[in-house]
């Protein structure tokens, strides 16, 4: 069975599937198609805790952002008409251009050509700027981007930070060039069977602001597989036509209110309908940091791992020394000089098996924990398998320098 997870920017990678994980465990074997975008390097041995490229979220403990700035609003009556929340939001939906410099072979010289294109959101206007959301594979590896506004005018936008694991990126634009401003609704509100629509620019720039309805289909969480390691997204389904270039748009309710920003979609032969938003309420603090700081601040432990479960039985018995039950886990491949881990004594070669008290059996499980659920400078308990033996350490939580 031919699948493939697509995501809506043009043109379309080819994607390394991620090891199943929860709901979508029946379909880790054949996911063939692009899930997290173009450009995007997959890695074996991803660096824990923000990640040099190896590894660097719903809201992160360590990260006490104020909202303030964005505040959900109380998610209004479903009766409101569809077609006036549309009326009130599309404007504010924009295409987004990734230009990346690329060798023209006829000249022998290097030229700016569009590499993909996709959607965003302007959220924000604040004096002269104004602020569009958009997915970070959309602007991976651009050089430059352009945003294409309703009224069809280019605009040279700034990528004010981006995060490879969330799929979120914020861009910048003179905000005397935008008109209307989308607002944020509550999608932890959001309920099964409820009226939604996909606003985006499908198969590019030529159908921009297309529209399409649905409902919300499900809440789920979609393991993906990014240039800085595997992630578990918390993802809203929803049967509203997704398509390639809606990446970076926008999922309405029936008030007009952003529930989520389109991010992906699987496609094969004989399914429909299967199309995923990143929840607003994910999507905020997100952002919100990105604006700040201009990336996410990450609890950091300073090594490269590898999932127990993709080594050998006789790698697992002769060079880590595991008992013949410990089949999972997180596997130390290397240790960074100065890092917490280098400063706690952890060794390549340690499996880590818990943290805090809580099972770890994968490198997505350690690092979903230590981002959702500890914040920089704390201290964690991490258990680990060495030579034979069963052993815990305990070392503080640091930030990683850049």
């Known amino acids: 069975m031919d699948m493939n997870m697509t995501r809506y920017e043009q043109p379309m990678p080819a994607y390394k599937p991620p090891k199943k994980r929860r709901f979508f465990s029946w379909l880790a ?6 899930v997290i975008g173009s450009g995007l390097t997959l ?3 991803p660096m824990m805790g923000i990640p040099s490229t190896s590894s660097s979220t719903k809201e992160s403990k360590e990260t006490n952002v104020s909202t303030k700035t964005l505040p959900l609003q109380p998610t209004k009556s479903a009766s409101n008409n569809m077609v006036t929340a549309i009326e009130n939001v599309a404007d504010a939906v924009v295409g987004v251009v990734n230009i990346q410099k690329q060798a023209d072979f006829f000249s022998d010289s290097v030229q700016d050509q569009e590499a993909g294109t996709g959607s965003g959101v302007i959220f924000k206007k604040d004096g002269n700027i104004a602020y569009i959301v958009t997915n970070n594979h959309v602007i991976e590896g651009a050089n430059k981007v352009e945003v294409s506004l309703a009224d069809g005018e280019k605009v040279k936008a700034e990528i004010v930070g981006a995060d490879p694991l969330t ?9 005397s060039h ?3 401003v989308a607002v944020f609704g509550d999608s932890s509100q959001l309920r099964i069977g409820e009226q939604v629509a996909a606003i985006g620019n499908p198969l590019g720039l030529d159908l921009s602001r297309t529209v399409t309805e649905g409902i919300v289909s499900g809440k789920r969480t979609m ?10 997204l918390n993802v809203i389904q929803t049967d509203a036509a997704i398509n390639p270039g809606n990446s970076g748009g926008a999922l309405i309710n029936s008030a007009g209110q952003v529930v989520g ?23 905020k603090p997100i952002i919100e940091q990105l604006m700040q700081y201009g990336k996410i601040k990450r609890p950091y432990l300073g090594v490269q791992l590898v999932d127990v479960s993709d080594l050998s039985d006789s790698v697992r018995k002769e060079q880590l020394q595991l008992p013949s039950d410990v089949a999972t886990g997180a596997a130390v491949t290397a240790v960074e000089p100065f890092s917490p881990a280098a ?6 070669k340690d499996v880590i098996v818990a943290i805090n ?5 994968s490198v997505a499980a350690l690092r979903k924990y230590l981002y959702t659920n500890t914040k920089i400078g704390e201290r964690v308990q991490i258990e680990l398998w060495r030579d034979g033996s069963k052993k815990t350490v305990s070392l503080r939580l640091s930030e990683r320098s850049q």
């Not at 799929?167 to 905000?175: E, N, R, Y």
């Not at 400063?343 to 390549?348: C, K, L, N, R, V």
């Open 29 to 34: 074997a054949s996911l063939v198609g692009a």
């Open 43 to 45: 890695y074996a041995a």
């Open 167 to 175: 799929d979120l990126a914020v861009l910048k634009i003179p905000s």
């Open 178 to 180: 935008v008109k209307k």
């Open 223 to 232: 393991p993906i597989s990014t240039s800085e390691g595997e992630w578990e």
């Open 261 to 283: 920003i389109n991010s992906l979609k699987i496609s094969q032969t004989g399914v429909e309908g299967l199309g995923f938003a990143i929840p607003s309420e994910d999507v």
């Open 343 to 348: 400063d706690a004594g952890i060794q390549t």
């Open 357 to 361: 008290g809580e099972k770890v059996d």
